[in-house]
């Protein structure tokens, strides 16, 4: 269960990759019949709010609670289309990461809102993501492990990935119906499950 997911999660996604845009028409059709197909595969099911709408997805990754949907948000005059994975993961860590080079830096009173919401950001951590955490040795220390390291080298193109409550959820620009076929995403959310493992193992020796 989410107690609570910080706000700016998904308010920070109208200011992230201000160079990219969504081209031309979108099949929404076909992504709902990978989404069922990809669920169905997880028993799980898909659905979507109305016939014009971006489908969503939830099921079973293995033993994890997994939900896969779409965030739309305007970045200046322009809509943002974002796939969105939520992967649950057995941490009680709390950090954010937003990628260097397609974030653009928050206004000074967003700024406040996301040091208040997900804390300040954490130096000298040597990957492709700004680091904001409430616990910054403890994630200072956690992100300079090299098998973290390099997963995160290889989820580059995720905009935010976000560590809190027990949750996992990556953002993505969504480019192309070719991102959601069922393969695609097996691999994505393998990819995510592959940070989760040793965020969980770090956290069960730590207890030790």
Excluded: C
């Amino acid at each position: 269960m989410i107690n609570f997911i910080p706000l700016t999660f998904f308010g920070l996604i109208a200011i992230v990759g201000g160079a990219f845009f969504v081209h031309g028409f979108l099949n929404r059709q076909k992504i709902f019949q990978f989404f069922r197909t990809f669920a169905a595969n997880l028993q799980g099911d898909a659905g979507r709010d109305h016939v014009a709408a971006y489908p969503w997805m939830r099921g079973r990754w293995k033993d994890r609670d997994l939900r896969i949907f779409f965030h739309t948000s305007e970045n200046h005059t322009v809509s943002v289309l974002n796939l969105v994975i939520d992967l649950e993961t057995r941490t009680s860590r709390k950090f954010v990461l937003l990628q260097k080079e397609g974030f653009r830096k928050p206004k000074p009173d967003q700024l406040q809102k996301l040091e208040e919401e997900v804390g300040p950001l954490v130096g000298g951590v040597e990957i492709p993501f700004d680091v904001r955490s409430p616990e910054g040795e403890v994630s200072r220390d956690i992100l300079s492990d090299p098998g973290i390291r390099k997963i995160l080298d290889e989820l580059i193109g995720y905009n935010q990935i976000l560590v809190w409550d027990g949750r996992l959820m990556a953002s993505r620009q969504f480019d192309g119906v070719d991102e959601v076929t069922p393969e695609r995403l097996e691999q994505a959310v393998s990819l995510l499950e592959r940070l989760s493992i040793p965020l969980e193992m770090e956290e069960k020796v730590a207890v030790s």
